[in-house]
């Protein structure tokens, strides 16, 4: 550490600002007697809450329903019926969004960028729902707003 820390100073100008209790928006904890070292993003995350006007909302144990189902706004999911042997008739399935009213690209993409570091930063546990609200950000529905809120 000593050595690494003399290369820097003898190329850069170094200033020692004591222990490490913050940084790009994780709070850190050191505690040396159990050799623990703790990140805590809750104040960033208050910060995204804020935001979004999501501050007053409940939490909830599990983000996203595992057997939710997204499409794409302008998806046009269709169906073969087969009437009988000879003919076959497409139908519109339900849960197609084709027409739903678009949500704010541009609010939609911080809140998912924001919920993105988050997972990467410290909170795994939402990797999989952040993945999947990133499928749709160049075209976002409502429906998938009110997911990422």
Do not use: W
Not at 15 to 24: A, Q, T, V, Y
Not at 51 to 66: E, F, G, L, T, W
Not at 126 to 142: K, T, W
Request: proline share 3%; glycine share 6%; aromatic share 6%.
């Amino acid at each position: 550490m000593r050595a690494t820390r003399k290369i820097l100073e003898n190329t850069f100008t170094v200033r020692d600002m004591g222990p490490i209790n913050h940084f790009l928006g994780i709070q850190i904890t050191c505690d040396m007697r159990t050799k623990v070292i703790t990140l805590d993003q809750s104040g960033y995350i208050s910060q995204v809450l804020r935001r979004a006007q999501m501050d007053k909302a409940k939490s909830v144990n599990a983000p996203m329903d595992p057997g939710m189902s997204l499409l794409k706004r302008n998806d046009k999911r269709m169906m073969v019926v087969e009437l009988d042997q000879s003919m076959r008739k497409e139908q519109n399935l339900p849960g197609n969004y084709s027409g739903e009213e678009e949500a704010d690209q541009k609010e939609y993409q911080e809140i998912v960028g924001s919920l993105n570091y988050v997972a990467i930063a410290t909170g795994s546990d939402i990797s999989f729902e952040v993945g999947v609200l990133g499928r749709y950000a160049s075209d976002p529905a409502q429906t998938h707003m009110i997911m990422a809120r």
